[in-house]
């Protein structure tokens, strides 16, 4: 098994992330990542392991309230308290369509 990442898939990690990365950074990263990612791997090794026996805080049949239709908020007080907006409408940062590069 590998002891670290290479270059490309740290800065890989990096830009998804969107940090930039020193040269120390990276050749840290290179090795914590990939220490990391054995250690997620240990759980695929676990024998027995099966969906069913997860545990989780809910129950598959839990009863949800009803959906019921409630009072239509005005849109100059919604976008009161957003950093950024224009007329009616919450500027957000473009996420979808965007380069790998970018």
Do not use: F
Request: proline share 3%; charged share 35%.
């Amino acid at each position: 098994m590998e002891e670290k990442l290479t270059r490309e898939e740290v800065l890989h990690v990096a830009n998804l992330a969107r940090i930039k990365l020193s040269e120390e950074e990276i050749e840290k990263y290179q090795v914590e990542l990939k220490k990391l990612l054995n250690d997620v791997e240990k759980i695929n090794e676990v024998e027995g392991y099966d969906d069913d026996i997860l545990i989780a805080c809910w129950d598959r049949n839990t009863e949800l309230r009803e959906d019921t239709e409630g009072e239509m908020l005005d849109p100059k007080q919604v976008v009161e308290n957003a950093p950024h907006h224009t007329g009616n409408y919450i500027e957000v940062p473009v996420v979808i369509g965007e380069s790998e590069g970018a």
